[in-house]
């Protein structure tokens, strides 16, 4: 199980690193999407929100290959890949296979380090 969290988490930060970084360099092309998915997409890019996320992807993608703050990465990213799912889920369903995959890495890695957040799972504050 170490192992495959070890795999999970450099995907999971070179995914992230990559799509990040895609968003303030633009090297990967991608047209943009029709309908409601794009008037939402639309919407996030005028208002400057989509800043806000790519940084939110690139932090978390460095500290997850660099081994340090994991558990804080995961926490970023944790809203992040919500929201990446159900924008596919609902609105852009073609890249929903990819979304699968992100979330399947993330449990991956939360499960290598499940320890750091056993306070959150206790009943008693």
Do not use: C
Not at 40 to 48: N, P, T
Not at 55 to 77: F, K, N, Q, S, T
Request: hydrophobic content about 65%; charged content about 5%.
């Amino acid at each position: 199980m170490r192992i495959a969290s070890l795999i999970a988490r450099y995907l999971l930060g070179i995914i992230f690193l990559v799509f990040g970084a895609n968003g303030f360099l633009h090297f990967i092309p991608m047209p943009p999407p029709t309908g409601l998915a794009g008037q939402y997409m639309g919407a996030l890019f005028v208002s400057h929100f989509l800043v806000v996320v790519f940084l939110l992807e690139l932090i978390p993608a460095i500290l997850l290959l660099a081994g340090r703050y994991v558990a804080l990465a995961l926490v970023l990213l944790g809203p992040v890949i919500v929201n990446i799912f159900l924008f596919h889920a609902f609105l852009a369903p073609s890249g929903l296979p990819l979304a699968v995959v992100v979330v399947v890495l993330w449990l991956l890695v939360f499960a290598g380090v499940r320890s750091a957040f056993n306070g959150i799972f206790q009943a008693k504050a």
